[in-house]
């Protein structure tokens, strides 16, 4: 038995990005960065190091609640699956990316926070509010 299960809370780092299919299907294209924060032994100053994520949302319901309620700065809750797919530069070099997919029943995306900036962690209902940017993400520039 195996488990292909990825958990990410963090904050996306631009709007989504929808793309439509000539077969009227469509994905979300989501930049969620995670950050991690420790003291520097050396100076005692305070360091902090962001992970970009990229996260694929292919199912309809969860891809219209990443179109109408989803914003840059957001903090979000994901749960999905790697996938690595493999794909050509113009040179013609073989590259490999990898991913989270959020996809059919498995997939889950909880939005944190409501519009007014209080917090809510049990909101596990499509809709819920946004939060303010965060500050410490303002600097970094996702991929």
């Known amino acids: ?9 963090g904050h996306l780092g631009r709007d989504p990005d929808i793309k439509s299919f000539s077969n009227g299907g469509k994905v979300a294209n989501l930049s969620v960065g995670t950050s991690r924060g420790w003291k520097d032994r050396n100076t005692g100053e ?4 962001t992970e970009w994520h990229r996260v694929s949302v292919t199912s309809d319901f969860l891809v219209g609640l990443c179109e109408s ?4 700065g957001d903090k979000v809750y994901i749960s999905g699956r790697l996938e690595t797919r493999k794909w050509q530069d113009q040179s013609g070099q073989d590259r490999y990316s990898t991913e989270v997919i959020v996809a059919g029943y498995e997939g889950v995306i909880e939005i944190f926070g409501g519009s007014n900036g209080n917090s809510n962690s049990n909101n596990s209902t499509p809709g819920g509010g946004h939060s303010a940017p965060p500050r410490d993400l303002d600097d970094e520039i996702p991929f």
């Open 46 to 49: 305070r360091v902090e190091r």
């Open 1 to 9: 038995m195996s488990v292909n299960q990825v958990v990410i809370v």
């Open 69 to 72: 309620k989803l914003g840059r």
